[in-house]
């Protein structure tokens, strides 16, 4: 697609639950990153991916976040057992390489009740 | 610790006027500084700035980095309500690639 694609918009769960969000990167970027953004926040770095290799994890606040990107293009964000503080909006972004700027996606709004 | 501040927070301006966002930063390993636009939905990239000095301009929306006192700024002349947005700056770390945002400044821009 023209720009950089998440699904779901939004998402609603019960505390506890897990949750799966998907982001589909502007055709040819290499690199890809996932940020949160709290109300009335700047977008905070979550984690980074060059083709299928995760090589920053270090803004994930616990290990009951986790993401992948097996081939290298679609990336999911995987959060396990969600808690309230969870709620957010998740950012993802994407860029040719290192040094070109990224592109964001609409993002989606997770509400944990 | 890394860190982007921006100001001011919000600011209210009437149709025609000029503005001047600001952005100052300490970050460790600066590679490019960054401006967005947010509305209510994607932040959508303005300019990337790597060079002291050097004005970048798209229409009425300009930008400056100085490297030497740490900050830039984002002007947009001749306002108009479909500038209304908030404003972020982000600066990126060559080390790792990734962004460290400020809080973003809230333009509201009346009639």
């Known amino acids: 697609g023209a720009g950089v694609s998440q699904s779901p918009r939004y998402k609603v769960a019960k505390r506890g639950q897990d949750v799966a969000l998907r982001c589909d990167p502007i055709?040819?970027?290499?690199?890809l990153f996932w940020y949160q953004q709290a109300l009335g926040q700047g977008p905070e770095f979550l984690t980074y991916?060059?083709?299928?290799?995760?090589?920053?994890k270090s803004g994930l606040p616990s290990d009951r976040f986790f993401a992948e990107r097996p081939e290298g293009s679609v990336s999911t964000l995987k959060i396990q057992r969600t808690q309230q503080e969870d709620s957010a909006v998740y950012l993802c972004a994407s860029s040719l390489g290192w040094g070109q700027p990224q592109h964001f996606g609409d993002g989606t709004r997770l509400s944990i009740l | 610790e890394d860190k982007v501040v921006q100001s001011p927070l919000s600011l209210v301006v009437h149709e025609g006027d000029t503005v001047t966002l600001n952005c100052s930063y300490e970050?460790?390993?600066?590679?490019?500084l960054l401006w967005y636009k947010q509305e209510k939905k994607a932040p959508t990239f303005l300019f990337m700035l790597?060079?002291?000095?050097i004005e970048k301009k798209s229409g009425r929306l300009s930008s400056i980095l100085d490297k030497k006192e740490l900050f830039s700024i984002l002007n947009i002349t001749a306002t108009q309500t479909g500038d209304s947005a908030i404003y972020l700056c982000a600066v990126e770390r060559g080390s790792q690639g990734n962004l460290i945002f400020g809080k973003g400044t809230k333009l509201s821009v009346k009639p």
């Open positions: 991916f060059q083709n299928e290799a995760q090589l920053d």
């Open positions: 055709s040819g970027h290499v690199s």
């Open positions: 790597t060079s002291s000095g």
């Open positions: 970050v460790t390993n600066f590679r490019s």
